[in-house]
Every structure is written in C-alpha cells, then in structure tokens.
C-alpha cells in the first residue's frame, strides 16, 4: 500500500513536471527567448529539486570502489595458532549473541568472537551523500594486533521503507562494491571457532 503511495507521488511529480516545463516553454516563447534552452533550465531545475545527489553518489560511489575497496590478511588461524601454540584450544565463541560493543573512539562497533578475537567495524560517510565505507577488521582483543580487514562500499538510503529516511528515493544508490564477501565472512567464522567447536 506504502508503495503505491510513493508511485502515485513521483507520478504526480510527474505531471507537475510537466505543467512546468510546458508553461516555462510558452513564456519563452511569448517573451523572444530560446525556448529550447529554458525547456531544458526547467528539466534540470525540476530533477534536481527532488535527484540533486543521484549523479554525485553514483560517482563518489564508483570513485570508492575503484580506490579503496579491498581484502587484506596479515595473519591466518592457522598462522596465529603456530604462535600461540595451545592457546586456540581454550576459545570458545559466546554460548549467547552478546550485544555489539562501542569501541573506544566511538567510531564504530565491535562483535565479540570469542575470548580472544572480534570483529570492529567503522564507517566513514561524507557529508550530504549516502556512501558508506566500511572497514571491518578482525583483531586480536589482547594484542591489539589486525589479523585481516576488509574495506566494502555501499550507498543508497536502504531498502523502501524500512531504509534511512529518503528511501523512497530508489533511484539513489548502486551495487555495493563487497570483493570475496564470501571469503571474508569465511575468515571470521574460521577465527571465531578457531578453538574447534562446530561450525
């Protein structure tokens, strides 16, 4: 129902439009000016009344994915456990989802894997855009030290109409740029049961 109420909304936009541009053209027309060219001035001028940020998100977003989106590991499990020989044996991941952590910045959140590992997440928006990049790393709680981190893009107000507010702009927004999202969500379960407990 929400939805149609939205398609009767940009159809009346629509109209409206077109009213615009019709009258905008007659003026011109009637006072000596280039009619094509204020035809256009009133396109423009009503698609960037409701789209101003479509092209610029869209660029910013394949600007983002050409440049910062990647997949990094520094140190496997199996890599840490010829380290820390005796100690993967003792993690066990929480019998219970423990509720996501503020880190210290409070920049981001942070999933708790088990006693010795979690996953920290943080998101840089630019101002006016819906971008996110996202930088999720897996850390070792005591250490400090990443073991691997990931660098994803998305953008766009979220799925209509549960998303942010604006999300009935659909039309902003591309794919979210997610390289190996499989093997990344591979690598945290991998640390997350690195003390050997069913997958």
Not at 66 to 77: E, H, I
């Given at each position: 129902m929400l939805g149609l109420v939205v398609v009767g909304a940009i159809a009346a936009y629509l109209l409206v439009s077109i009213i615009v541009l019709i009258e905008t053209v007659s003026w011109a027309r009637k006072h000596g000016r280039n009619a094509k060219r204020w035809g256009w001035g009133a396109v423009l001028f009503m698609y960037l009344l409701v789209a101003w940020e479509q092209i610029p998100t869209y660029l910013l977003h394949k600007y983002y994915c050409?440049?910062?989106?990647?997949?990094?590991?520094?140190?496997?499990?199996e890599q840490w456990k010829a380290e820390?020989?005796?100690v993967a044996q003792t993690l066990q991941p929480p019998t219970k989802n423990l509720p996501r952590y503020q880190l210290v910045d409070h920049e981001?959140?942070?999933d708790i894997l088990n006693e010795r590992f979690a996953e920290e997440s943080r998101v840089f928006s630019p101002p006016l855009l819906p971008v996110a990049v996202v930088h999720d790393v897996v850390v070792d709680r005591q250490t400090g030290e990443v073991m691997a981190r990931s660098v994803t893009v998305s953008s766009g107000y979220g799925q209509f109409p549960s998303g942010r507010r604006n999300s009935w702009k659909v039309w902003v927004g591309a794919d979210t740029c997610w390289p190996k999202g499989s093997k990344i969500r591979s690598l945290v379960r991998e640390f997350k049961y690195i003390g050997g407990c069913s997958k």
């Open positions: 050409a440049t910062a989106v990647g997949y990094w590991v520094y140190k496997t499990p820390n020989p005796g981001g959140t942070g």
